[in-house]
């Protein structure tokens, strides 16, 4: 065991870690990745996947678990549950590892990896050294974020894209605060809703991360008072808008000042702390 240990962030596609969770490792090369020579018995790592979308939104990240070197890389054949993967051939260059956290039923959301370390990184990279204030930082933020996959209808887990989050609140409305679901288009925005105990309906813009709000350039179809004007029923209408999110990655308000939205919601904080969504008139 090397006598200062190193932390990590491992990142692979949420199928290889899914696959193999104690192992960092890569195919298609016969020389050992210079990174791999860095990990030493004892260091530790945490299992970060990405999902991939032809969809212009982004996907959610994962942090999949935290592991600790129990064998140096070595070129290895892949076990069984590795070679299912499409492409994966039959050895590739293998770190194993040994869980140090067996709460992990489900992958947990969380924000984008520079917001998550606070800072920017080569993104090529599968290997990223981090501190160890960084390693344990992003283990208190899984802890307090993480979710009862059983609080997640339809799902069982976090949603990763938009469609699977209306699929979420499709079923869970009533206890979000929704009192009924008036419109869902493909179109921005994505709902109308009735809310408890506001007599007005408002416009509710679904996004995995709040600042794809921003991205997406939503901000120049709502006016400056934060209202959408549409044609509903054959009536123009003029409704409050909202963004309704999994995370809210907007740490400098910018989904207000910029983006016109009234009101930020995250869902993985709604459905984790059983709060609704809460909307009173002023700004």
């Known amino acids: ?42 260091d530790r790592w945490i299992g970060f996947a990405y999902t991939s979308s032809d969809s212009r939104e982004r996907p959610l990240s994962l942090i999949t678990g935290y592991y600790e070197c129990a064998r140096k ?4 054949p892949i076990p069984a549950q590795g070679k299912k993967l499409e492409g994966c051939g ?23 990896l520079e917001i998550l370390l606070a800072r920017k990184y080569f993104r090529q990279s599968a290997l990223i050294s981090i501190s160890a204030q960084e390693f344990a930082r992003i283990k208190k933020y899984v802890r307090e974020h993480r979710l009862n ?5 339809v799902l069982g887990r976090e949603p990763r894209y938009e469609q699977e989050m209306l699929a979420v609140i499709a079923q869970a409305y009533t206890k979000l605060g929704i009192e009924r679901i008036l419109r869902i288009q493909t179109a921005f925005p994505d709902l ?27 901000a120049k179809h709502v006016n400056p008072k934060g209202r ?29 000042t910029e983006g016109r939205a009234q009101r930020v919601f995250a869902l ?16």
């Open 1 to 42: 065991m090397s006598k200062i240990r190193r932390y990590w962030i491992v990142k692979h596609g949420l199928d290889a870690l899914q696959a193999l969770p104690r192992y960092i490792w890569r195919t298609g090369q016969e020389k050992e990745p210079r990174l791999f020579k860095a990990v030493k018995t004892g």
């Open 73 to 76: 890389s070595a070129y290895l």
């Open 90 to 112: 039959t050895h590739a260059w293998m770190i194993e590892g040994r869980s140090l956290d067996k709460k992990f039923a489900q992958p947990v959301g969380v924000p984008p």
């Open 149 to 153: 996959p059983a609080a997640i209808p």
């Open 192 to 218: 109308l809703v009735k809310l408890k105990g506001r007599r007005e309906p408002v416009h509710l813009e679904l996004e995995v991360y709040g600042k794809s709000y921003l991205n997406h350039g939503h």
């Open 228 to 256: 959408f004007k549409s044609v509903i029923d054959g009536l123009e209408q003029t409704y409050a808008v909202g963004v309704l999110c999994w995370i809210n990655d907007d740490r400098e308000n910018k989904l207000k």
């Open 268 to 283: 993985q904080e709604l459905l984790r702390t059983g709060h609704t969504i809460k909307w009173t008139d002023s700004r």
